[in-house]
């Protein structure tokens, strides 16, 4: 058989609102860090070093700011990541690998098997998803964040046992991504009956 290498992504269609999220959290994360600042340097000093309280309320009052501004900076931090991903799915001979990127930049390995792993694959919304869907030692794994598919694409899912774990991965791809894994897949019946 031919060597077949095969990219594709499931990239954002309101690339605006993304962005506007992830710059909000990103800004509310360094507004946090920042408070931390004057709180320690203008506000504490003035009972900081007041004879009249103790060690321990000088600890609280103290520390808890701190760790509230802290925590709040390095939740929103983390958190804007979640608005601006896309997904890349690539085929190579038979092995198939998904990826997570933020921001167009940085990007995650996310899961590798082989196509012979897959034990079905079908379009979203048949009996099969929602059987698979349904069932709870099944890990679902949704690879876009599109409410929509993109022009010439379409909402499939994917269903592979990997390292004894199954998993229910929703993609949104092309026909032609499908075509390409169903080609090394050795299984008979792996084709959702509603698509066939």
């Known amino acids: 058989m031919r060597e077949i290498f095969y990219e594709e992504s499931s990239t954002l269609i309101d690339f605006k609102s993304a962005s506007f999220k992830y710059n909000f959290f990103a800004g509310f994360a360094i507004v946090a860090f920042l408070l931390n600042a004057p709180w320690l340097f203008v506000f ?4 900081l070093f007041d004879a ?3 060690l321990f309320l000088k600890i609280v009052l103290g520390g808890i700011p701190v760790v509230i501004f802290t925590l709040i900076g390095i939740f929103s931090w983390k ?18 690998r998904f990826s997570k990127v933020i921001k167009q930049k940085k990007r995650q390995f996310i899961i590798k098997f082989e196509a ?3 034990e079905k694959i079908g379009k979203i919304g048949s009996k099969s998803f929602y059987l698979y869907a349904n069932r709870e030692n099944v890990l679902t794994h949704v690879l876009t964040k599109n409410e929509y598919p993109a022009d010439g694409k379409d909402f499939f899912y994917m269903v592979a046992t990997v390292n004894t774990d199954t998993y229910l991965f929703v993609l949104e791809c092309t026909e032609k991504f499908i075509s390409n ?3 090394y897949s050795r299984r008979s019946g792996i084709l959702d009956e509603e698509i066939k």
């Open 44 to 47: 504490a000093p003035g009972w």
């Open 52 to 54: 009249k309280i103790s």
């Open 79 to 96: 958190y804007k990541n979640k608005f601006f991903v896309e997904y890349d799915y690539v085929f190579v001979n038979g092995s198939i």
């Open 116 to 118: 012979s792993d897959i």
């Open 181 to 183: 894994v169903l080609q």
